[in-house]
Every structure is written in C-alpha cells, then in structure tokens.
C-alpha cells in the first residue's frame, strides 16, 4: 500500500515510516523543511514539503496514495501545558488539518484514512476497565479538539471509506521529549504521573504506538485503544520508573494541586483510565512488545545507560 504520513519525523512516526518501510509499503511522508526531508529519505521514505494547513498543498501531497495516517501532533512542553494557548497548533492539526486532509481524501479517491488520537477524552473510571463504549469526556475544552477529529474520520467512513481511530495511551519511548522531562522532575524526587496513587494510568511505548498503524492498514473502520496490557497505578508506574533509572522513591503530586494548577485539563491527566486493549488485539496482527512500563522503561533506562557509556 502506499500512504501518506503527517508526523513523519515525530516521536510516533519516526518508527512507524521505519516499520511502514520493513514491511514493505511505499511511504510517503511531509517534512516542514531540508532536514526533515533528509531524514526521511534516508528511512526509505519519499519526502515532499508541504504546509497541511495549506488544502491545495495537502491535495498535492494526497494524489496518488492509498491511504493516509494521520499522526502530526504539537504537544507543548510539560511547563507550558497548563497554558490553552500553547495548544493551539495542537487543535488545528486535530480539526483543521484534519479536515484538509479528509477532503482531499475523498476528492482523490483515498479509500483508508487513520488519526491518532487519545485515551485521555475518557473518564475517571476506577478500577474498572476501560474499552470503546465507554462515552468520552465533552466538558474539558482541551480534549474537545481530539473528539471533533474523531467525529470527522467517522463521518469519513459513513460516506463510504475506511475511518480508522487509534487512541493512544500516555506516549514514553527512548527519544521522546517526554522521557527528558520526566527524569528531570524525578531527579526532585517527584512522580511524573501525578494523580491518586491508587488510580490508573494506561501508557504506550512509541514502537508499539508505530507497530499498531501499521497492523490497522489491514483492521475494519473503527475506534480502537492502543494502550499496553497492564495498566499500571501511579503508584506502580512511580516505582517502576525509579527502579529503571535507579531512582529514590518518587513523591506523587496529588489531583488537588493538579487541578489548581492546570484547571478543568487536570482532569484528564489525574483520573484513573485502566484501558483495555482487547479490540485492537482481536481486529488486527497487533500485541505490545512491552506489555507495561514496567518492561519498557527498563529498556529505555538500559540502551540510554549503554549509549551514554559508549560516548565515553
């Protein structure tokens, strides 16, 4: 299949172009400038420039594919989170770009349309596990986006094409931006999840991330959770962090002062989502290679521990 990727240089399609490649699709991805268009060629993808706010730009870009995944984000940095302002590249590239890109979907005849989006739009649930059905959260503006998204590639598949939904779990991976800024507030001896140490959190390695857009290519129109199949406590996720880079205990910032600082966003960060994977493991050739991030940060914490020994 040839398809078309927006996020082509991120922290989730970076692997997924690598993966797209192995398995022997033909890629194409949109670079923003020289660089990204370097790297890209270089995994074996073909680059092409091209401003996804721009439609005839995104029509130019669209002739000719199969399919296109959407994966382009603009998550701010964790100290600019609480500001709505600093979402708003975020927003567009989950509404307007998106939209965009639909468009030129079904003016070339694109059959298969796949968005990221995330598990974060669900509510506080408890202990009780989490699939599809559960009705997602509209009261929190900053999830609104994601669900307009949604609605759009659904409305994309009603009109007879193939509207795929991935709902990512909390990103972590060896090169993310997340991972730097998670060690920095551990080594102040505090958490990176914070919230009830009892309530859940669900979370996705990057390369699984990438692993499941390339198993939905083949999976029926849907929504489907990408997430690991052990949802862990923050108090276990604390831990498990630690114990990977050889941590002191962590302090869990409790909801209460999230939620003073950070508003009716909060909400969603500090709840307790325990999500199942079941549906895309039962539509697709897809499992996580690290079932929790008990495993995934061990890894993460080992191949950086060998690159940092082998600089020196």
């Known amino acids: 299949m040839k398809v078309l990727l927006t996020g082509a240089t991120g922290a989730i399609g970076t692997p997924a172009v690598a993966q797209l490649v192995a398995a022997g699709h033909e890629v194409r ?11 890209l060629s270089a995994a074996g993808a073909e680059p092409v420039r091209a401003d996804v706010f721009d439609a005839a730009a995104v029509g130019r870009a669209v002739a000719g594919v199969d ?15 609480a500001l709505s302002s600093a979402w708003r590249t975020h927003n567009r590239l989950r509404t307007q770009a998106t939209k965009l890109l639909i468009d030129a979907a079904r003016a070339h005849d694109v059959s298969l349309f796949v968005k990221e989006s995330i598990t974060y739009t669900y509510p506080d649930c408890g202990d009780r596990w989490i699939d599809e059905t559960v009705t ?14 949604e609605r759009m590639v659904a409305r994309f598949g009603a009109d ?8 990512f779990g909390a990103f972590y991976g060896p090169t993310a931006r997340g991972t730097d800024e998670a060690l920095r507030v551990a080594r102040m001896h505090v958490s990176p999840v914070p919230g009830d140490p009892e309530g859940y959190v669900s979370s996705i390695h990057v390369d699984d991330a990438a692993a499941a857009v390339v198993a939905v290519l083949d999976a029926p ?3 489907y959770n990408c997430v690991d199949d052990e949802p862990l406590t923050r108090r276990e996720y604390a831990d498990a962090f630690a114990a990977a880079f050889d941590l002191p205990h962590l302090r869990i910032p409790p909801a209460g002062v999230m939620r003073a600082v950070g508003g009716s966003a909060s909400r969603a960060i500090t709840a307790s989502q325990r999500v199942s994977n079941a549906r895309l493991r039962g ?4 499992a996580p290679a690290y079932p929790s991030v008990r495993e995934g940060w061990a890894s993460i914490a080992a191949a950086r521990a060998h690159n940092e020994g082998a600089q020196h």
């Not at 994966?71 to 100290?79: C, D, R, S």
């Not at 007879?160 to 991935?166: E, Q």
């Not at 539509?283 to 897809?286: E, G, K, L, N």
């Open 283 to 286: 539509a697709a050739d897809w």
């Open 221 to 223: 129109a849907g929504v």
């Open 67 to 81: 399919g296109i995944l959407h994966l382009a984000t603009n998550v701010p940095p964790m100290a600019k989170m």
């Open 136 to 149: 997602p959260l509209e009261d929190v503006k900053l999830l609104r986006p994601a669900l307009e998204g």
């Open 160 to 167: 007879g094409g193939r509207g795929v939904v991935l709902r």
């Open 29 to 39: 991805g949109i670079a923003r400038d020289e660089h990204k268009a370097s790297q």
